[in-house]
């Protein structure tokens, strides 16, 4: 373990400049391997990446920009979403204000035309009591003068005599004589 950290801490102890030789001393190597790797990466690499990043910020700078796109879009077709729902809210409110109105007409004209049904009824009714009175008043009128004919009948008969007959007879046939002339 010592002989690690003697390499890490001596740097100022190398071996003499006029040989050539590999140095096995692994962590010494190493970290001179990685430096050198590590300083060509950032020499050539430098172009690479920056390359890479460029491509990267231009791919996400062009996902915003697409994506601002989209989003315009959208807010633009929301917009006309908008407007759209509210012409409809306003044909819907017409719609259910004419609907009303529409309903309280033909209640309206129920109710007018059962009023008139109900009148017509009236009418038809009175009219029927009204030719039922006058057909029983006529039939009343019928009877009395039944009643009164034949009683005029049994009165002329009990009080007459065969002369007033004659003279019945006779003015009788003189007024229809006297008809006749009028109607030649």
């Not at 590590?38 to 994506?67: A, C, M, P």
């Not at 029983?136 to 005029?152: H, P, W």
């Amino acid at each position: 373990m010592r002989d690690v950290t003697d390499s890490f801490v001596s740097f100022g102890h190398w071996p003499s400049a006029g040989s050539f030789g590999f140095n096995t001393d692994i962590l010494a190597t190493n970290l001179i391997n990685l430096s050198v790797v590590l300083g060509v990466l950032i020499f050539f690499g430098k172009g690479v990446l920056s390359d890479l990043l460029d491509n990267r910020k231009q791919r996400i700078l062009s996902t915003i920009r697409n994506s601002e796109e989209l989003r315009e879009g959208a807010i633009e077709q929301l917009e006309k979403a908008r407007a759209r729902l509210r012409k409809v809210e306003i044909e819907a409110d017409e719609f259910r204000v004419n609907g009303y109105s529409e309903i309280e007409r033909e209640k309206s004209n129920l109710i007018n035309a059962t009023y008139e049904n109900l009148e017509r009824l009236e009418n038809y009714k009175n009219e029927t009591i009204h030719f039922e009175q006058q057909r029983a008043i006529n039939q009343v009128r019928q009877r009395v003068f039944q009643q009164a004919l034949q009683g005029a009948l049994g009165t002329l008969n009990s009080c007459s005599n065969s002369e007033l007959h004659l003279r019945t007879i006779g003015a009788n046939i003189g007024m229809l004589g006297a008809m006749k002339e009028v109607t030649d």
